[in-house]
C-alpha cells in the first residue's frame, strides 16, 4: 500500500491552468474520494497519479519517493475507467490477465492471481466469455478485477458506477467499499456524484475549479461547511440558500429581519437544509405552492417572506396540499451563515429569526 503526497503540484495545458498548486496527503490504506462538478481538476489529479499526465510543477510523492517521471506501467497502479476500457477481443481470462504482462510474472502465478482476483469481484463463471456478452454490471467487476490482479499499491477509481442503473449503483458501491476494508488497499474515487463519495469515502476532498474547497468526513461537509459552494454541492434535496444583507446589525432577508450583532455590514447569505425544517403553528408564515412525493419522503416548496423555501417531510403521504397557509419553523442552531463576499461560512454565527419583524 501507499502514503501519496501533492507537494504544490500543479498543472497546465499550454496556457491553460488546470491545477494552480496542490498539497494533499493520503494516507496508507486511506479510501478518499475526490468530489466536485466537471472541470474542477479531479480527473486531471487522478491522471498524474496513474502516470497518464506529468505534473507541470511540484512534486508528486509515492511512500516519499518521487514519481513525476516515473511510467505508469513501473507505478504499480491499479486503475477502474468509467468505461471500463475492457478489450473486446479478448476474454474475460485474458482481460484480467493483461496488466501481468507487464510484470513479468510466472504463468502458474498468473493463472493463480487471475483466479483469486476473478473469484473476489464474482465473475470466476464468466472466464471464457468476451464483454460484448456481459451485463454492465459485470463488465465493470471485470475491470475491477483487473486493477486488482496485479496486487496494486494505489487503487484509483474514475467515475467506476455512472454507466450502472440505481439499483446496481447501491449494490456496487457496497461490494466496493466492503473490497477495499478487506484489501487495506490505498483507494482514490473521483466522482462528480456526492452520494458515492459520502457513502464509500472515509474523506472527502472537495475541489473547486482546480483547487480544494475542503476536505473532511461526509459529516464534516454536510454539517459544517466551510464554504457557500460546499454547502450547495452537498445535500440532496440542496441546502436553502438565502439573500440577506446586514446593516447596523440587522439582517434583512426578503421582508424578514432578524438581529445579527459582530459580523459589520454587508450581503450575507443564510443555509437552510430542507429536512431541517418543519411546518407547524410557529414560525415564518409560508403558503404551498409545490409538492414532490419522493417514496419514503415529501419535498414541498413554499413561498415566504424569506423567498422560495423546500421543505423535507419523512413519510409517503401528502399531508400539505398546494395553496395551503401554513408556518415553517427551525432551531437557529441548524442555520449555517456565509459572508458573500468571501463565501466563508461564520463559525458560530447562526440565523435568529424574529417572525413579527418584518423590513421597513
Known amino acids: 500500500m501507499a502514503r501519496i503526497e501533492f507537494k504544490n503540484i500543479e498543472k497546465r495545458f499550454d496556457d491553460v ?10 494516507n496508507d490504506g486511506e479510501f478518499v474520494a475526490l468530489l466536485g462538478p466537471s472541470g474542477c481538476g479531479k480527473s486531471t489529479s487522478l491522471f498524474m497519479l ?7 510543477g511540484g512534486d508528486l510523492l509515492f511512500d516519499e519517493h518521487r514519481v513525476n517521471e516515473v511510467e505508469a506501467r513501473d ?15 479478448m476474454t474475460v481470462r485474458d482481460n484480467i490477465r493483461f496488466p501481468l504482462r507487464f510484470k513479468k510474472v510466472p504463468d502458474a502465478e498468473a493463472k493463480r492471481r487471475v483466479r483469486e482476483a476473478a473469484e473476489l469481484v464474482q465473475v470466476a463463471e464468466l472466464m471464457n466469455r468476451r464483454p460484448s456478452q456481459l451485463s454492465g454490471g459485470q463488465q465493470q467487476r471485470v475491470a475491477l478485477a483487473r486493477a486488482l490482479v496485479k496486487d496494486p499499491q494505489l487503487l484509483l477509481l474514475d467515475e467506476p458506477l455512472s454507466n ?10 457496497t461490494e466496493i467499499k466492503a473490497l477495499q476494508e478487506r484489501l487495506g488497499v490505498t483507494t482514490i474515487l473521483v466522482t462528480h456524484d456526492q452520494l458515492e463519495a459520502t457513502t464509500m469515502a472515509d474523506r472527502i476532498i472537495c475541489m473547486r475549479e482546480g483547487e480544494i474547497e475542503q476536505i473532511g ?11 457557500l459552494f460546499v454547502a450547495g454541492f452537498i445535500g440532496s434535496p440542496p441546502i436553502n440558500i438565502l439573500h440577506g444583507q446586514v446593516d447596523s446589525e440587522k ?37 404551498v405552492i409545490q409538492t414532490e412525493p419522493m417514496g419514503r419522503e415529501i419535498l414541498y416548496v413554499a413561498e415566504s417572506p424569506l423567498g422560495l423555501i423546500r421543505v423535507l ?7 400539505h396540499r398546494i395553496g395551503e397557509e401554513t408556518r415553517i419553523a427551525f432551531d437557529p442552531s441548524n442555520t449555517l451563515l456565509f459572508e458573500e463576499a468571501t463565501g466563508r461560512r461564520l463559525d458560530g454565527a447562526h440565523f435568529h429569526l424574529n417572525t413579527t419583524a418584518r423590513a421597513a
Open 17 to 26: 491552468v488546470v491545477i494552480p498548486g496542490m498539497d494533499l496527503v493520503i
Open 50 to 56: 496513474a502516470g497518464i499526465y506529468l505534473p507541470s
Open 75 to 89: 507505478r504499480n497502479v491499479g486503475i477502474v475507467f468509467q468505461s471500463y476500457a475492457l478489450y473486446p477481443h
Open 164 to 173: 450502472l442503473d440505481a439499483t446496481l449503483r447501491l449494490t456496487m458501491r
Open 217 to 227: 468526513s461526509p459529516d464534516d461537509l454536510y454539517l459544517r461547511p466551510e464554504t
Open 251 to 287: 439582517l434583512r432577508v426578503g421582508e424578514a429581519v432578524a438581529p445579527l450583532v459582530g459580523v459589520g455590514n454587508g450581503p450575507f447569505s443564510i443555509g437552510l437544509r430542507p429536512e431541517h425544517l418543519e411546518f407547524g403553528d410557529s414560525g415564518v408564515p409560508a403558503r
Open 313 to 319: 417531510e419523512s413519510g409517503s403521504q401528502v399531508n
